[in-house]
């Protein structure tokens, strides 16, 4: 009787430890896509990260698409998200580099990972000991190096002299700062170039119009313009525009929207540099997936590759690519 019981004893065991590996192996990861925005760019990422979730197997939620840019509104809904308790990994794009890090340290801390996209927190350097070193990585563009090299282009658009001017959008955002940045670097190389001006218009289309017709009342020499992001380079083409200084002022843009293309091909713009955003979601998700199934070690930083639009170039078949649509 007591052997009898002590195999069926084993028999369960064996049984529940069986059914416990089948259930092991059919929990899926799941990810969560927490965007900052709702804009062109911010989309691309998101499908980029449907299509490789789609390709890996792994369930994937979706947060709404904010309708402006703020730490305020962004942290009740990475909180939100954090509190359904089936996340694995959080992938997003920091809406400050100061103020999103308690909140995404307190989102670690509760057992998900996180990829940041696009922007960083801190200083962008997750692999010296911090207190934002704990996102498994950054992955987007190399900013800086873009404004390096949007400055050399304009420069050469311009003769390499004359007054330029800085439309952008946040002070605190990484990328921005960033392009800003390397855009005055870059300038630095032309003495006969001078920047008159930045102006930030917190992503109001309608406020960077504003500001860049107001240089251009305080400035009338401008000879070129630097639109930092989507919002930016709206507002400040169609300044230019209204004020009958098209093909006079240049302007040099970031992001290859549809419509900015556009302006482009109608000579309203002259330069946009185009990012990969569906390459930053595909990579978010493919190293996490690598983490979590392989261990991997995630690289702390990703950039991948950017691409300039002019107006010889821009109906070209290898082109098209990199249009945000």
Not at 74 to 80: F, G, I, M
Request: glycine share 8%.
């Amino acid at each position: 009787m007591k052997k009898s019981i002590i195999a069926l004893l084993l028999v369960s065991v064996m049984v529940f430890m069986m059914v416990a590996g089948v259930s092991a192996q059919e929990k899926k990861l799941k990810f969560a896509w927490c965007p900052t925005i709702e804009d062109p760019f911010y989309r691309m990422i998101g499908k980029g990260i449907a299509d490789k979730c789609n390709e890996l197997g792994i369930d994937l939620f979706v947060t709404e698409y904010l309708k402006s840019w703020g730490a305020e509104i962004q942290v009740p809904v990475l909180e939100a998200t954090a509190a359904r308790g089936d996340i694995d990994l959080l992938i997003t794009g920091p809406a400050a580099k100061d103020s999103l890090i308690a909140p995404l340290k307190k989102i670690y801390d509760s057992g998900i990972e996180v990829i940041t996209v696009d922007t960083y927190i801190g200083d962008g350097d997750y692999s010296k000991e911090s207190n934002y070193s704990f996102p498994l990585s950054f992955i987007g563009t190399d900013n800086f190096q873009g404004g390096v090299e949007v400055a050399h282009h304009l420069a050469e658009m311009i003769g390499k002299k004359g007054k330029v001017f800085i439309e952008t959008t946040n002070p605190d955002v990484s990328s921005v700062v960033e392009r800003v940045e390397g855009f005055k670097k870059g300038v630095s190389d032309y003495p006969g170039i001078t920047v008159v001006g930045v102006e930030y218009n917190l992503d109001n289309q309608e406020k960077a119009q504003q500001q860049t017709a107001a240089a251009l009342q305080a400035n009338p020499d401008i000879v070129g313009v630097f639109g930092t992001n989507l919002f930016s380079a709206r507002g400040a083409y169609q300044a230019v525009v209204n004020a009958g200084l098209t093909g006079a002022v240049k302007i040099a843009t970031w992001d290859a929207t549809v419509d900015l293309i556009n302006a482009l091909k109608e000579g309203q713009v002259d330069l946009i540099l185009a990012q990969n955003p569906y390459a930053m979601g595909q990579l978010a998700v493919e190293w996490g997936y690598k983490y979590f199934t392989e261990k991997a070690e995630v690289p702390k930083k990703l950039n991948p590759e950017f691409f300039f639009f002019t107006k010889e170039n821009v109906n070209l078949p290898e082109s098209q690519k990199y249009i945000y649509q």
